[in-house]
């Protein structure tokens, strides 16, 4: 037996009914293979897509973990040198004179002056301020000396048993008068104490508190 040949030529594509048996069976495959084919070019191109996502994401987040463990692994030598610093830091603030010491050191540094020849026209303590680990105390000063007598008002300071810083804010240093070798030192100077246990202890609960 022989099929019969179709002239594909010959098909009238806009009555598809009337085609013959097996052209509509191929046209049927054909048709199944060409959406096969685009559903699983998209669900690829898509798969695909996310799975560059995926990689840019791990990437990220590999960078991530590397720069946080080089951290952590810094971590434990920066808490130490932490430590060693607030040691550090307690040991010169233990160098500063105590609560107790403080007028009595205010007492040696006008003494100081005087002795130095250098006259204190104004020398008062103003309020105490009471900050994190120690405390600051200003005091307004007008002084009148020579040049000598300021040096050894300064060395005479160096040379007192507790470590004394003074910083200075507002001072002028001027001549008294016109051709006069005197000066007149004025303004206010700040000297500091460190806190007892107690006083620290009451300003780190202070600087942590609620504000209401």
Known sequence: MSSKKVDLRNLDFNNSGAWPLQVKVGACVLLIVLIVGLVWYFKVSNQRLT???????????R??????QGRAANLEPLKQQLAQMEVMLQQMLRQLPSKNEMPDLIVDVSQTALASGINNELFQPGAE???EFYAEKPISLRMVGTYHQFGAFVSGVASLPRVVIMTMHDIQLK????????????????????LDEDEEAAAGAGSTGEVK
């Open 63 to 68: 960078e991530e973990f590397q720069g946080k």
């Open 175 to 194: 001549p008294r008068g016109e051709g006069d070798t005197t000066l007149v030192l004025e303004g206010t100077v700040k000297t500091y104490r460190y």
């Open 129 to 131: 301020t009471q900050l």
């Open 51 to 61: 799975l560059q996502t995926e990689e840019g994401t791990e990437l990220t987040l």
